[in-house]
């Protein structure tokens, strides 16, 4: 069965609501087919303890402030789902949970999109499935031969079932610095990172962050030099479970390793240590197989885009991926800025009847 509406917004995390609330302040007809059977996109599968990098105030999505979570600066990610599920019904969002988009097509004057239920046509589609789905593994020697337990951050929980263990946590991103700070009062922890770990100073979290991305974009857009933004901050946000451990002197890091032995790790110089598990924080890629039809990809894996716009297919906007489909994108107190900016030009598309 084949179905019809303006949109299609394939994804129902974060960047398909805020996708989904412009879409509907236009009064465009749409539908947002979400790979979840239940409300809170990826939230609702990462590990026990994290930690939202800002106040609640500072991670709300267009429309809707987020509530602060008693008790807590930081909101944890159930807090987060809760507050994605209320957004989701509060707006009405026309969303169908566990439908699974797998393949887009041009199908002449629509794009068509092919799910496990069925297939819809649009004038549009914005594509906003996230990384969460697509962990990234690199290519370490051994890790085919170690005998203990790898999981990446996506299989992480909590600490309790490592109680006791050792551990290598590998990544020096948030992620990375989380986890390990999760595990570092109850296990025998190595933290391995490609470089010294670069915390933010301590008064710096989400809103600062996401200023700074916005001023950095503004700058190229405008041709000036690239000073770094973000990246020249550092990489960790010290949320206060990372601090507490940095400054109890147990986040204490480890070059990156050579390779993987039968029981543990290997660093160039001879060093070896001994594991019983090791957790990869190594990151996401894109999680795009379902444009493969449109032919798009570019460099890197990226589709190339301007804007959020797909330059080889204008009728597909993408969200949420990362900078290059608009600033701090990725997160939630970012997306709303070029959700608004791809639903006004689909709306302006449709109205030009192209």
Not at 119 to 133: C, F, K, Q
Not at 152 to 172: C, D, I, K, L
């Amino acid at each position: 069965m084949t179905q019809q509406t303006q949109v299609v917004v394939i994804g129902g995390g974060q960047s398909g609501l805020a996708a989904g609330y412009h879409l509907r302040r236009l009064g465009v007809d749409f539908v947002v087919l979400d790979a979840q059977s239940t409300p809170g996109g990826a939230w609702q599968h990462t590990w026990d303890s994290l930690r939202l990098f800002s106040p609640a105030a500072y991670s709300s999505l267009p429309g809707r402030l987020m509530p602060p979570q008693p008790g807590e600066a930081y909101p944890g990610a159930q807090h987060v789902v809760d507050y994605l599920a209320d957004y989701e019904k509060r707006y009405e969002l026309p969303i169908q949970h566990g439908v699974r988009a797998h393949a887009v097509h041009r199908d002449g004057a629509f794009l068509r999109v092919e799910t496990d239920n069925g297939s819809w046509r649009a004038r549009a589609v914005i594509s906003a499935t996230g990384t969460w789905s697509r962990p990234f593994l690199p290519t370490v020697p051994g890790r085919s031969v170690f005998q203990g337990v790898q999981l990446h951050t996506v299989e992480y929980r909590n600490p309790q079932e490592f109680a006791g263990r050792r551990v290598v946590v590998v990544g020096g991103g948030n992620s990375g610095a989380q986890i390990a700070a999760d595990l570092a009062y109850d296990t025998e922890l190595t933290w391995a990172t490609q470089r010294e770990p670069r915390f933010l100073a301590d008064d710096i979290d989400g809103r600062v962050l996401f200023d700074v991305a916005t001023a950095r974009r503004r700058a190229l857009d405008e041709g000036s030099s690239d000073a770094g933004g973000v990246a020249s901050l550092g990489d960790i946000v010290a949320v206060p479970p990372v601090r507490q451990a940095r400054d109890a002197g147990l986040l204490k890091w480890s070059p990156m390793f050579a390779r993987l032995t039968r029981h543990g790790v290997a660093w160039a110089d001879g060093t070896t240590a001994e594991a019983d598990a090791v957790i990869w924080c190594t990151g996401f890629r894109p999680v795009l197989s379902h444009l493969a039809p449109l032919g798009l990809r570019g460099p890197r894996g990226h589709v190339p885009t301007a804007g959020t716009r797909a330059v080889g297919e204008p009728r597909l906007h993408l969200l949420g991926y990362g900078d290059w489909t608009g600033p701090a994108s990725a997160t939630l107190i970012g997306v709303g800025r070029p959700a608004r900016d791809a639903a006004r030009e689909i709306s302006a598309l449709l109205a030009s009847g192209h």
